[in-house]
C-alpha cells in the first residue's frame, strides 16, 4: 500500500511570493489533514476534510491560506502572500474510519523556508 | 481552552526504561495518541488508548486515565534509535490535537 504523498519535499521563497503544496492521500482514505509543524513544535491543524468537505479550518489563516480538495482525493495547500513566520514543515496526514485506532498517517511533508 | 502538556526534554540510558507524561484538557474525547517523530521526519503511529488502563505493544506502553486527564508512555528496553521527539494527541471530537512533543535522547 503507496503512503501519502506530498511535494514538493522542500521550498524556498522569498516573503510576499506566492507557494502550492500538493498531497495524495492513501488510497480510500476519507479524511484529509494539513499540519503546519514549527520547529520545536507540535504539527497543528490547519484544515481537515472529509472527502471534499471541510470539518475544520478554524486555524487557517484565511487571509493568506487556502486549500482545496475538488475531488475528494488529492489537495492542494496555497500561501500567498508568504511571511517569514511561514517558515515551518507542512504535513499532510489521512485517515480512515475503518481503521479501529483512527490513526492518522502522515507524508513526508514540505520544508518551507521564507527569506 | 484545550491544552496538552509533556515534558519538553529527557534523557535516559540505554537498556534503561523511561516514561513520559502527558496531561490534557479538551472539551471532548475520543482517544489518546502518541506518535514518535524522528528529527527531520513525519510522525509515525505508536499506540492509541481509549479506555482507561494499559496497553502494550512490546517495548513500549501506553497508560490512560480518562478521570485525571493523563497518560503516559513506557519505553523499555531503550535503544539508541529510540531517540526521537514523542508526541501526544488527543482527539476531542472531530479535531486531533498534538502537544509540542518530548524530545528523548538515548545516551549508551
Not at chain 1, 99 to 105: P, R, S, V
Not at chain 2, 84 to 99: D, E, M, R, W
Request: proline share 4%.
Amino acid at each position: 500500500e503507496a503512503g501519502v504523498a506530498q511535494s514538493p519535499r522542500y521550498k524556498i521563497i522569498e516573503k510576499r511570493q506566492s507557494v502550492a503544496f500538493w498531497c495524495n492521500p492513501i488510497s480510500g482514505h476519507a479524511t484529509l489533514y494539513w499540519y503546519q509543524q514549527i520547529l520545536g513544535q507540535g504539527p497543528k491543524l490547519l484544515i481537515q476534510f472529509q472527502n471534499n468537505g471541510v470539518v475544520d479550518d478554524s486555524q487557517l489563516p484565511k487571509d493568506r491560506f487556502s486549500a482545496e480538495r475538488l475531488k475528494g482525493v488529492d489537495s492542494t495547500l496555497k500561501i500567498q502572500p508568504a511571511k517569514l513566520e511561514d517558515s515551518a514543515v507542512y504535513l499532510c496526514a489521512s485517515s480512515s474510519p475503518r481503521i479501529a485506532t483512527y490513526e492518522q498517517y502522515f507524508g513526508p511533508g514540505t520544508r518551507l523556508t521564507v527569506t | 481552552g484545550q491544552n496538552i502538556d509533556q515534558p519538553t526534554e529527557m534523557t535516559a540510558t540505554e537498556g534503561a526504561i523511561v516514561q513520559i507524561n502527558c496531561t490534557y484538557q479538551t472539551s471532548g474525547f475520543n482517544g489518546l495518541f502518541w506518535y514518535q517523530q524522528h528529527a527531520g521526519e513525519a510522525p509515525t503511529f505508536l499506540s492509541y488508548n481509549v479506555l482507561d488502563g494499559l496497553e502494550e505493544k512490546g517495548r513500549f506502553s501506553s497508560f490512560l486515565s480518562r478521570s485525571k486527564g493523563y497518560s503516559y508512555l513506557l519505553l523499555k528496553e531503550l535503544q539508541m534509535k529510540d531517540s526521537a521527539s514523542y508526541l501526544c494527541a488527543v482527539n476531542g471530537g472531530f479535531k486531533t490535537i498534538f502537544g509540542a512533543g518530548t524530545r528523548l535522547f538515548v545516551k549508551a
